[in-house]
């Protein structure tokens, strides 16, 4: 008996530990490493950062979300990481590197006007909708989903290319902690989102 008191005195604390390291990863927050280029200057490839769970997306958020059936050729198990542009009943347009939602010119001071400029490109949603084929073919964004780009918009494959992102894919979104990074990156991928 002396011994099972033993063993159980070790099995307890490990199992409550591996049951709070479950809930906190399930529903606050958890740490990733972004993979790839689509995400400079703010993230770099291999950056570690954290993704908070409960926070409302607003557009500028950067999100981390299951591109598994979002992007065709997303294999099971991978995370993208990008922007939010269009939220929901949002007219998303962009001429020659400015974006316009609902036809009001939108900041992009996160990105320079050269980034801005060398891969955005022309399009409005129901052109890009009508060039890719994409099932949806409206000229707003579609309840329950999300219109995002990377910042590094000349080698990002992003909402562009394979259309929305469904809120339900939606892991988080993205805060680099304030040991990372430079201030002006954290500042505009944990504050700019409105």
């Known amino acids: 008996m002396k011994t099972f008191r033993n063993i159980m005195s070790w099995i307890v604390p490990i199992l409550v530990a ?10 606050l927050f958890e740490m990733v490493g972004v993979m ?3 995400m400079q200057p703010n ?3 291999k950056e570690r950062m954290m993704v908070i769970k409960p926070l409302q997306i607003k557009r500028n958020s950067v999100i981390v979300f299951d591109a598994y059936g979002e992007d065709p050729t997303a294999a099971k198990n991978t995370n993208y990481v990008k922007r939010v542009i269009g939220l ?3 007219k998303v347009a962009s ?3 400015t974006l316009y939602i609902n036809g009001k010119k939108v900041s992009q001071s996160y990105i320079s006007e050269a980034e801005r400029t060398s891969g955005t490109g022309n399009w409005t ?3 890009l909708a009508k060039q890719r084929n994409w099932k949806y073919r409206g000229a707003t964004v579609p309840k329950g989903k999300y219109f995002v780009l990377g910042d590094h918009r000349s080698v990002s494959e992003d909402s562009r290319y394979w259309g929305y992102v469904s809120a339900k894919k939606v892991m988080g979104v993205v805060k680099i902690p304030f040991w990372q990074s430079t201030k002006t990156y954290r500042t505009n991928v944990n ?4």
């Open 95 to 97: 001429h020659n590197g």
């Open 43 to 45: 993230l770099e490839n």
């Open 125 to 127: 949603l129901s052109r």
């Open 191 to 194: 504050s700019m989102a409105n």
């Open 18 to 27: 591996l049951a709070a390291v479950f809930l906190i990863r399930t529903y």
């Open 88 to 90: 929901p009943g949002d």
């Open 36 to 38: 790839g280029d689509s």
